[in-house]
């Protein structure tokens, strides 16, 4: 797939994101009782995790992380990096149409958030500070991430 770089997260968040491969759809009610209450807090309900608290944060062992929500692949291990800012970081999605872009005022900045694209699960935000060539930094909670060795939820 081409690189994206911040033009391209801006033009998602402005007009449009690209169709995802396929669609999981849940009431709230049944993603309360497939979740932990941290998993359910942090991707159905925008939350933020402590900085450093997340099992990802530092490991960077080959593999893929998935949606903790619906388990499709959004990051690679090979494009993790140490930004020092206590959550997994990553310079680009597995795919273009993994993640959806939408432009996040709260907090007194904007910000662009970053959410699952087949399911919606808030994963995290993306910043124009991360390291070349794509320049990009997918700030992503641990909670909303699964090694895609784990198949089965840690309750
Ligand atoms: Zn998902």
Same mark, same amino acid.
């Not at 992380?65 to 959004?74: A, D, G, K, Q, S």
């Not at 310079?91 to 149409?97: D, G, R, S």
């Not at 993306?126 to 794509?134: C, E, H, N, Q, Y």
């Given at each position: 797939?081409?690189? #994206?770089?911040? &033009?391209?997260?801006?033009?998602?968040?402005?007009?449009?994101?690209?169709?995802?491969?396929?669609?999981?759809? %849940?009431?709230?009610?049944?993603? *309360?009782?497939?979740?932990?209450? +941290?998993?359910?807090?942090?991707?159905?309900? %925008?939350?933020? !995790?402590?900085?450093?608290?997340? /099992?990802?944060?530092?490991?960077?062992?080959?593999?893929?992380?998935?949606?903790?929500?619906?388990?499709? !692949? #959004?990051?690679?291990?090979?494009?993790?990096? &140490?930004?020092?800012?206590?959550?997994?970081?990553?310079?680009?999605?597995? *795919?273009?149409?993994?993640? %959806?872009? !939408?432009?996040?005022?709260?907090?007194?900045?904007?910000?662009?958030?970053?959410?699952?694209?087949?399911?919606?699960?808030?994963?995290?935000?993306?910043?124009?500070?991360?390291?070349?060539?794509?320049?990009?930094?997918?700030?992503?909670?641990?909670?909303?991430?699964?090694? *895609? +060795? /784990?198949?089965?939820?840690? %309750?």
């Amino acid at each position: 797939m081409k690189m #994206l770089n911040w &033009n391209d997260v801006i033009r998602f968040a402005n007009h449009g994101n690209p169709t995802p491969d396929r669609r999981v759809e %849940k009431t709230d009610e049944e993603w *309360k009782s497939l979740l932990t209450y +941290e998993q359910y807090r942090i991707t159905r309900r %925008k939350g933020t !995790e402590a900085p450093f608290s997340g /099992e990802h944060c530092s490991i960077y062992e080959p593999g893929l992380y998935t949606c903790t929500c619906c388990e499709t !692949e #959004l990051f690679d291990s090979g494009v993790k990096f &140490n930004s020092g800012t206590g959550w997994p970081s990553f310079t680009q999605p597995v *795919k273009e149409n993994a993640i %959806k872009y !939408e432009k996040d005022g709260s907090f007194g900045m904007v910000r662009v958030e970053v959410m699952c694209n087949t399911c919606d699960a808030h994963l995290g935000h993306v910043f124009p500070d991360g390291p070349a060539p794509s320049g990009l930094r997918y700030c992503i909670n641990s909670v909303s991430l699964q090694k *895609k +060795e /784990e198949t089965t939820h840690e %309750k």
